[in-house]
């Protein structure tokens, strides 16, 4: 096989039908950018549950005198409360499942409060009495949470027990759906380009349809004469490929690592290697998509 001959059919095939090809090496790009940012969101959700799971803590809410009266009848709970709770913490039975626990008074309750919600207009209007005493329990392992839950739900004096992951499971849940809509779009890009892969190879061939035949009547076989044209789409996209992990390299690098993680510190985020690990499938992605789009195209309508 002379590959010599291969490479110039290719060069001229790309020469004649450059707007095309730059038009499949924008539509692939765009569509592995959202691909690549799809995969780089479920990986930053994986390590944020990681994260922020195990530092979720189990909130018992003790009652005020402003609590509803069908939960807390009694009104504010009472320093017997107080001493109950204390002493069911520290029993034979929930002691094993704890880490460490603190109670945080009106005062304190109040103080973080202004401190959280400095800027909200609302802070102006909230008193200490109106903010829950509570004690914040950390467990060794925080999926034993319904074990505290249980003990102390339903409690005289017990507003409310709060697993805090449950705080957390509705933000990776709205984040989960904006990864899924970033794969939806993906993929009708994605099938998109493969469309206009397979267009372009087919008016390329189209125009070269006395060559194909010329080739044909010398004994060519079928996978010589239609390797250029799926070299062709190989490498629109493969440089699609490129510019995607080009564009998740600068995402990473001056938004996620350059903004994000300077203003949420305490957050762990994707990096560098994350997404340089992604650069290799991505570009397998483009070139397999090209190449099957192209050879189906090839083998569908070039009959000489």
Same mark, same amino acid.
């Given at each position: ?28 790009? #765009? %569509? ?24 979720? @803590? ?10 509803? !009266? ?7 709970? %009472? ?10 913490? !520290?029993? =034979? ?11 945080? =008074? ?23 009495? @109106? ?8 467990? !060794?392992?925080?999926? !034993? ?25 509705? #933000?990776? %849940? ?37 060559? #194909? ?11 010589? #004469? ?79």
């Amino acid at each position: 096989m002379r590959f010599s001959f291969v490479f110039s059919e290719m060069g001229i095939a790309i020469k004649r039908n450059l707007s095309m090809i730059i038009s499949v090496i924008l539509v692939t790009f #765009i %569509s592995l950018t959202f691909v690549g940012t799809a995969g780089l969101m479920q990986q930053q959700i994986g390590s944020m549950k990681t994260y922020w799971y195990d530092k979720a @803590q189990v909130a018992v809410y003790l009652c005020t005198k402003t609590s509803p !009266k069908d939960i807390c009848p009694q009104g504010e709970a %009472s320093k017997d409360v107080q001493k109950t709770v204390k002493l069911r913490l !520290k029993s =034979n039975t929930l002691e094993p499942y704890i880490d460490k626990y603190y109670f945080e =008074n009106h005062a304190k309750a109040y103080k973080t409060f202004q401190k959280e919600f400095k800027d909200n207009a609302v802070a102006k209007y909230v008193t200490p009495a @109106q903010l829950n005493e509570t004690f914040w329990i950390n467990l !060794k392992d925080p999926n !034993k949470a319904p074990i505290i839950i249980e003990s102390f739900s339903g409690l005289s004096g017990i507003e409310e027990v709060k697993d805090q992951r449950s705080y957390l499971d509705q #933000i990776f %849940s709205m984040l989960n759906i904006a990864s899924l809509a970033a794969i939806s779009i993906a993929g009708l890009m994605l099938f998109s380009a493969v469309l206009l892969i397979s267009t372009t190879i087919r008016l390329s061939a189209v125009m070269r349809r006395r060559e #194909i035949g010329i080739m044909r009547l010398v004994g060519a076989s079928n996978f010589y #004469i239609q390797l250029p044209f799926i070299l062709e789409g190989v490498v629109a996209g493969v440089i699609g490929s490129l510019l995607a992990g080009g564009a998740i390299f600068a995402l990473v690098q001056f938004f996620v690592q350059g903004f994000l993680a300077q203003q949420l510190p305490f957050t762990s985020f994707v990096g560098i290697p994350d997404a340089l690990a992604l650069l290799p499938g991505l570009v397998l992605v483009g070139a397999g998509l090209a190449a099957i789009a192209a050879a189906s195209s090839i083998r569908r309508y070039l009959r000489v």
